[in-house]
């Protein structure tokens, strides 16, 4: 039985409209976070440690310039945020890491992949080949040649999953598509129970709530290739974890607050 626990890095922070991105519109009379305002989410990346191998859930978003130009403006990653920083601070080198599990390969998710010359880089085969072949919509999530940017995935080399796997003994991902083709989310055994990093599949706690005036059983976000893939995908991590605080979201703003109490996840 390994222990396994889980280090929430949050990489930056990201402008974004909860009305657009967070909820659905059907749900917006009925949830009172979901505002036009403009508001800051921040953007985690997750570090298991105590495996077989150092093991890292997503790489974080991009340096301030680049988010905030080509992405969300205002977006930025103040100093020392960036992945390969958040990770000199603990004493780990970007080369110590063994395994990364991408969630998706937009831009706030997958970047400095390159700087990770040891591990085996996990994506799914679906999500690769859209980031690599978008429809114009989606030009800037993936960063695409077309708007004049490389995309910041461009010479990786990466291993393509599809269906589920074991990355080492207590991690594995499986398929929650919906937010993009591809998706994944990660799944993690530690000595408090199983915990799911939920990348983009949930995006904030109140997806997990129920609209009882409408017959939801979640409150969708508002974000999303597929509507069916988003919606099941959410119940069925719900249904994997015995707490929803065991779903870990790379954009979850209360787990700003928990981290300050808990920085690591899963001890008992
Ligand atoms: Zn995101």
């Known amino acids: 039985m390994t222990s396994l626990t889980i280090r929430p890095l949050n990489t930056g922070f990201v402008t974004t409209v909860p009305a657009q991105y ?17 508001v800051e989410i921040p953007d985690f990346a997750f570090l298991v440690e105590g495996g077989e191998e150092l093991v890292l859930v997503d790489t974080g978003m991009s340096w301030t310039e680049r988010a905030s130009t080509y992405h969300h403006p205002g977006s930025h990653q103040p100093p020392g945020m960036a992945i390969h920083e958040r990770l000199a601070a ?9 395994v990364i599990a991408i969630t998706h390969l937009h831009w706030d998710h997958s970047y400095y992949l390159e700087k990770f010359t040891n591990a085996t ?17 989606y030009y800037k999530s993936y960063e695409n040649e077309a708007i004049g940017i490389t995309p910041h995935f461009a010479g990786v080399d990466f291993t393509t999953v599809a ?48 609209i009882p005036e409408l017959g939801y059983d979640i409150t969708p976000p508002g974000r999303y290739v597929d509507a069916i893939g988003m919606w099941n995908s959410i119940v069925a991590q ?22 300050r109490e808990t920085p690591v996840l899963g001890l008992v």
């Not at 603990?90 to 110590?96: F, M, N, P, T």
């Not at 880089?121 to 919509?137: C, D, G, K, T, W």
């Not at 207590?170 to 408090?192: I, M, N, Q, W, Y």
């Open 238 to 259: 719900r249904d994997r974890v015995a707490d929803p605080s065991f779903i870990l979201g790379a954009h979850d703003r209360p787990l700003l607050d928990r981290i």
């Open 163 to 210: 269906g589920g796997r074991e990355l080492i003994p207590g991690v594995r991902v499986f398929e929650t598509h919906g937010h993009s083709p591809g998706h994944l989310s990660v799944e993690v055994d530690t000595a408090a129970g199983n915990f799911v990093c939920s990348g983009d599949s949930i995006f904030c706690p109140e997806n997990l709530e129920p």
């Open 121 to 137: 880089i996990y994506v799914h085969e679906r999500e690769l080949a859209f980031a690599e072949n978008p429809i114009p919509m």
């Open 22 to 38: 967070l909820f659905h519109h059907s749900v917006h009379p009925y949830v009172e976070g979901a505002t036009h305002d403009r």
């Open 90 to 98: 603990l004493g780990i080198r970007c080369e110590d890491i063994g």
